[in-house]
């Protein structure tokens, strides 16, 4: 099977590994040359992705069977509507379909036209002069989120990137004046609780879930620090995360069955990956966002589990509007994943630092390197970006242990980087879970929420998997 990836960072470099264990030949197309997707294609088209027409080139130049999309911003600029126009079938939806992560206000009303109760409370803000007067409907803590995409750093949120109503409405206003055609904004009532990511593979023929994910959104430890597109994630070896039971999954899951459902009767048919941002509040899952592709670093950790699947029938299937659901199905291991990055990184990143990557010792140790944005320096040498570098992903049947794999690891790469050590340690997931049960006040009335804070490597039996290979 011929399967062409696009993008160049480390997702897409995960993706390709599986497609290759598998016993795909990829081809990739991307602006940048990833070192770790070079020595896996037997064609590295060096092309913008944004572009439809040089993307069906390489696609039919190579003879693929079908084509896979990393990033969004090639979804929302139609190059799924092209190749399939030119009969390459896709993992990756329609421009049309790609709204879905593309404009937060399309997202938003959509699930309000067909009653689908995810979203908290939003107002949509297209003029500068309407901000403080949205500010006031929201009477409460509130988010700032861009409508358009800005790679997971456009949005702010009291009480971490600003303090007082009057601050948002500053940074409101100040985002809408400099970006007077992007769309405008969305101004969200605040969700407490915990972050997690659920992907699944959608197709005419249904939709299948992945493990959930944890990712880690802010650049420093602790959760502090600005925005970036994820620092690094881990995956629990029951699928699910120390402080999220199967019947919450199973809502949030209800969400993005839903959310196609709606799309369907709108006439926006949907194949390939649907990943859903939610928060876990004290109400149960929130959804912060949709995304039409896989997640980075999600997709690092829930391939790093598929390894010895056929991940191209797989996608193959999601591609052409059928999966077998035998073919889905992922390792019951615990995994984590950790970028290295530039220091700086992302507000003021110090770019073109030599980095030495020991990959055999790093494989040594069960770790795997995925290569992100990063300029090949020479043998085993790169240098760092402005964007995510270097993902390290480890598998192990508990997740710090998993994390203290690519601890161990970190010590073979030499250079001048920076790293979230607290990522899928025992310390950081216990602060997890009692950040959680804080949601409930002691004495209150007891919640519907049925947390799983006990045990989080031993689940009980209620908390089964969906999809499991022992
Ligand atoms: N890790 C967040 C994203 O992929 O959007």
């Given at each position: 099977m011929r399967v062409l990836v696009l993008g160049g960072g480390a997702r897409e470099h995960a993706i390709a590994a599986a497609l290759h264990t598998a016993g795909a030949q990829v081809a990739v197309a991307a602006s940048n040359i990833n070192p770790g997707l070079k020595a896996l294609a037997f064609e590295y088209a060096t092309v913008d992705p944004t572009q439809p027409g040089a993307v069906v080139e390489v696609a039919r130049a190579q003879r693929v069977d079908y084509a896979v999309v990393g990033p969004e911003a090639p979804l929302a600029a139609g190059v799924g509507d092209a190749l399939r126009a030119s009969e390459v079938p896709v993992v990756g939806p329609s421009k049309a379909g790609a709204q879905i992560e593309s404009s937060k206000r399309f997202c938003r009303e959509l699930l309000a036209r067909h009653g689908i109760e995810?979203?908290?409370?939003?107002?949509?803000?297209?003029?500068?002069?309407?901000?403080?007067?949205?500010?006031?409907?929201?009477?409460?803590?509130?988010?700032?989120?861009?409508?358009?995409?800005?790679?997971?750093?456009?949005?702010?949120?009291?009480?971490?990137?600003?303090q007082s109503a009057e601050e948002g409405a500053s940074y409101a206003k100040q985002y809408l004046a400099a970006h007077p055609e992007a769309g405008g904004i969305l101004l969200e009532e605040k969700a407490e609780g915990e972050e997690f990511t659920l992907m699944a593979f959608v197709t005419d023929s249904g939709i299948f879930p992945m493990p959930i994910v944890q990712d880690?959104?802010?650049?420093?430890?602790?959760?502090?620090?600005?925005?970036?597109?994820?620092?690094?994630?881990?995956?629990?070896?029951?699928?699910?995360?120390?402080?999220?039971?199967?019947?919450?999954?199973?809502?949030?899951?209800?969400?993005?069955?839903?959310?196609?459902?709606?799309?369907?009767?709108?006439?926006?048919?949907?194949?390939?990956?649907?990943?859903?941002?939610?928060?876990?509040?004290?109400?149960?899952?929130?959804?912060?966002?949709?995304?039409?592709?896989?997640?980075?670093?999600?997709?690092?950790?829930?391939l790093t589990l598929y390894e010895e699947g056929n991940f191209a029938e797989l996608l193959l299937g999601v591609a052409t509007g059928r999966v077998d659901p035998n073919l889905v199905q992922f390792r019951l291991r615990?995994?984590?994943?950790?970028?290295?990055?530039?220091?700086?990184?992302?507000?003021?990143?110090?770019?073109?630092?030599?980095?030495?990557?020991?990959?055999?010792?790093?494989?040594?140790?069960?770790?795997?390197?995925?290569?992100?944005?990063?300029?090949?320096?020479?043998?085993?040498?790169?240098?760092?970006?402005?964007?995510?570098?270097?993902?390290?992903?480890?598998?192990?049947?508990?997740?710090?242990?998993?994390?203290?794999?690519?601890?161990?690891?970190?010590?073979?790469?030499?250079?001048?980087?920076?790293?979230?050590?607290?990522?899928?340690?025992?310390?950081?997931?216990?602060?997890?879970?009692?950040?959680?049960?804080?949601?409930?006040?002691?004495?209150?009335?007891?919640?519907?929420?049925?947390l799983s804070v006990s045990a989080p490597e031993a689940p009980p039996a209620s908390h089964a998997p969906m999809n499991r290979r022992a």
């Open positions: 995810a979203s908290p409370r939003f107002v949509p803000v297209s003029n500068l002069d309407e901000v403080d007067a949205r500010v006031a409907e929201i009477n409460g803590p509130f988010v700032v989120k861009p409508v358009g995409l800005t790679a997971g750093k456009g949005v702010r949120v009291q009480g971490v990137d600003f880690y959104k802010r650049a420093a430890e602790h959760d502090t620090g600005p925005n970036t597109g994820g620092m690094g994630a881990y995956s629990q070896r029951d699928h699910l995360l120390p402080f999220l039971s199967a019947s919450m999954r199973d809502r949030a899951l209800e969400i993005l069955r839903k959310s196609v459902e709606a799309l369907r009767s709108e006439g926006i048919p949907y194949r390939g990956i649907l990943y859903g941002g939610f928060m876990l509040s004290a109400r149960g899952p929130v959804l912060m966002e949709f995304n039409a592709r896989f997640g980075d670093p999600e997709a690092i950790n829930v615990a995994t984590a994943v950790k970028y290295l990055v530039a220091p700086g990184y992302p507000d003021h990143p110090v770019v073109g630092g030599l980095i030495t990557v020991d990959e055999p010792a790093i494989e040594e140790l069960g770790v795997h390197v995925r290569y992100g944005s990063v300029d090949a320096a020479g043998p085993s040498q790169v240098r760092l970006t402005g964007s995510r570098g270097i993902a390290l992903v480890g598998e192990a049947s508990a997740v710090h242990e998993a994390g203290a794999r690519v601890e161990a690891a970190i010590a073979h790469v030499t250079g001048e980087f920076q790293v979230r050590h607290d990522i899928a340690s025992k310390a950081d997931l216990a602060m997890r879970v009692e950040r959680m049960r804080g949601l409930f006040v002691p004495g209150a009335k007891p919640s519907p929420l049925p």
